[in-house]
């Protein structure tokens, strides 16, 4: 069937409030600049013909407001006649065109850094998100509109790149309630890899906050050798705020208020770190005000475009962290008292929040064991319930803000095998020592993706190896897991059906255990993490706690929290979790990591978000040549079909799990034999 839409802009329509609107109502104003349909008007499945809605969205928020009482530097942020301050986006909405076709279940992604990927997580889409209308590429297979969804996409953070195509929030600056300059101290840091004489302030491309001045005494530029080591001043003369402009004659420097330079060059494998004074702090947690809003506005509003009886969140990564500072901070209450999301699926979140609301918040920075260190991500409490952290004396929990218990989401926490080196996962269903487990809430389900990586993993496309090495390739393909869960969550929002049960290693079952425990095969010429990301108890200075303000920086670090990982089975896969076809007919052993090794300095700390595979030996001689302690393919499947055969026995495992979709089974058997055609080639 032909899926190119007809794209047509219809008449600007506005929506105004009505001067009876009741105060709690703050999506004050949606602009609707054009309305098309997609797949050439047809059908896109049970649910009929979908169209695409895209203009903006108003905001107004009332500082005196006891649910907006939150936002950190709201109070200080300019307002309006009314006394409210202000936000606008654009929005992108897809919705089927008959009313009645409607399931009123919508989805509403809190798009990461700006750029949506639910039709790319969820449809394979694989054509630019702005060419909805225009490629069928853009919806892929259709199962987010064969699911007969109402989907919105808005901007939430407030510094992403001024770049077409991208979801950016516009929020105001605060200042001193007398209306004098605001200031305070700003941190960036850089692992530099090769010789760089520039150096961004902004994380990603992203918006900086300038310094208040080029000479302001407060600047102070550091440089260390590793994560922990001891932080040598690098004195003023050496660097400048600017831009470096290298050529046959030498270096000159041009001022620049996003960037700081050195005629020196910043040196290969060290990790410079850059505390500055700055001005005019963006209210960074109205993004949490306004998804919430826009939920609202969804459900409750009687003039919404799109008018849904239940939504669900989707937040991946950084957007999935997003979520978990949302419900943290009491966002799941609307401002009239009722309930935000019904449901999220919070994926490869770990153990994180993040820069969401404090002032001179950087909302893209986030942290991992080597790059963008010590910011408020991975800080407690870590879990849904309210636990005791004794080291700090204090009981939280992500849902103890809660207004009302029943605001808490039905909500899936779904990791890769990479959280849990990289992200501290193993905290959301333990203890802060790490030595026991804790149960999830029953609204809540936790999934293990055992030994993938952060992103969705593709097959390898250069030849294999002559020998039994680490390929920089990963076979298991997330998205499949996603698909099967994203079917599950829509059925229990709709009919209360519960999804499969939670799936992750646990301490009682030793298959959760301190990295030094990790029983991973010895493979010659294989080097393995001797450190994982650990979360620590921090000190970020006395107005932290109360008023989200950072005085102390960089911050201190203090005692660690028992941060574990998934244990192996023989070959080196990890278990306690859901396993691919990967994973239960091996063929390699793959690892949710990835050293640095190529890195100019720490060659064994981790790389960020991606793993690899060590292919097993193809025969018995191999093993013995390689001395490998893992079992050679041959001994573990006479021939190709036999291969094939533990293949579909292991996707029918996973389609009765609930982690699989039946449509789904063929694609992801044919992507196991192309890795047994890859290996296995003469």
């Known amino acids: 069937m032909a899926r190119r839409s007809i794209g047509f802009l219809v008449l600007f329509l506005v929506f105004i409030v009505a001067g009876t609107r009741p105060a709690e109502a703050r999506v004050v104003r949606v602009e609707v600049e054009e309305r098309t349909v997609v797949n050439d008007g047809e059908s896109t499945g049970p649910h009929g013909r979908y169209e695409v809605l895209r203009g903006k969205i108003y905001f107004a928020f009332d500082p005196a407001h006891p649910r907006n009482q939150a936002i950190t530097d709201l109070d200080l942020a300019p307002r ?50 702005d060419s909805l209308a225009t490629d069928p590429d853009a919806l892929g297979d259709l199962l987010l509109l064969r699911q007969g969804l109402t989907m919105m996409w808005l901007g939430w953070q407030w510094d992403v790149p001024h770049e077409e195509g991208r979801f950016r929030l516009h929020v105001p600056r605060a200042s001193e309630p007398d209306g004098s300059l605001l200031t305070g101290l700003v941190r960036s840091d850089w692992v530099v890899e090769d010789t760089a004489f520039t150096l961004p302030l902004s994380h ?75 001005s005019k702090p963006a209210v960074v947690g109205l993004g949490l005000a306004a998804i919430r809003d826009a939920v609202a506005y969804l459900k409750y509003d009687t003039r919404s475009v799109a008018p849904v009886d239940r939504v669900f969140g989707l937040g991946i990564s950084q957007t999935g962290r997003f979520l978990r500072q949302f419900i943290y901070d009491g966002f799941n209450t609307t401002e009239d008292g009722r309930m935000a999301f019904d449901g999220m699926m919070v994926l490869t979140a770990g153990a994180g929040r993040g820069s969401f609301n404090h002032r001179f918040a950087q909302p893209s920075r986030d942290g ?69 487990d804790v149960a999830p809430l029953p609204s809540e389900r936790i999934y293990h993706i055992a030994s993938a990586q952060h992103v969705p993993g593709s097959l390898p496309e250069a030849a294999a ?77 006395p107005k932290w706690e109360r008023n989200r303000v950072i005085t102390q920086q960089p911050p201190r670090m203090g005692t660690a929290f028992g941060t574990r990982i998934p244990q192996v089975d023989s070959i080196g896969n990890e278990q306690g979790g859901i396993r691919s076809v990967f994973v239960q007919a091996p063929l390699a052993t793959i690892t949710p990591w990835r050293l640095r090794t190529a890195a100019a300095n720490n060659t064994g700390e981790l790389a960020d978000f991606f793993g690899g595979m060590i292919p097993l030996p193809r025969t018995p001689v191999e093993r013995e040549r390689a001395s490998d302690p893992r079992p050679a393919i041959s001994t573990l499947y006479p021939a190709r079909d036999a291969y094939r055969a533990r293949v579909r026995e292991a996707a029918d495992r996973l389609i009765e799990g609930g982690f699989l979709l039946t449509e789904d089974r063929e694609d992801e058997m044919e992507r196991a034999m192309a890795l047994w055609d890859w290996i296995m080639a003469p």
């Open 80 to 129: 309006n006649a009314k006394g409210e301050v202000e936000a606008w986006t654009r929005f992108v909405l897809m919705q089927p065109t008959v009313v009645e076709m409607r399931r009123g279940i919508g989805l509403v992604e809190v798009v990461n850094r700006g750029r949506p990927a639910a039709l790319r997580y969820f449809n394979d889409a694989s054509a630019p998100f």
């Open 204 to 278: 990603r491309d992203h918006v900086a906050y300038p310094p208040i001045r080029f000479d302001h005494p407060d600047h102070l530029l550091t440089v260390r050798t590793g994560r922990n080591a001891p932080r040598e001043v690098v004195p003023r003369s050496d660097w400048s705020f600017g831009v470096a402009e290298v050529d046959s004659v030498g270096t000159s420097l041009q001022p620049d208020s996003t960037h700081i330079a050195s005629e020196k060059g910043f040196r290969p494998g060290r990790i410079y770190e850059l505390v500055y004074r700055s």
């Open 368 to 436: 991992h064991r080597y790059s963008a260190f010590a910011y408020p991500t991975d800080i407690f409490p870590f879990s849904t319930a309210t636990q005791f952290d004794s080291l700090a004396t204090q009981s939280n929990g992500l849902a103890a803000h809660l207004e009302s218990a029943s605001h808490m989401p039905r909500t899936m926490f779904i990791n890769s095998g990479y959280e849990y080196y990289g992200r501290a996962a193993s905290l959301i269903h333990t203890t802060p020592d790490g030595t026991a």
């Open 465 to 541: 190896p002559d020998s039994v090495t680490f390929v920089e390739a990963h076979p298991v393909d997330t998205r499949t897991v996603y698909r099967a869960l994203l079917v599950a969550m829509t059925n229990w929002l709709d009919h209360g059906t519960p999804p499969p049960p939670s799936q992750y290693p646990t301490v009682l079952n030793d298959d959760l255990v301190p990295i030094e425990n990790l029983s991973f095969p010895s493979i010659e010429g294989v080097d393995t993490p001797t450190d994982v990301h650990t979360a620590h108890r921090m000190d970020y200075g």
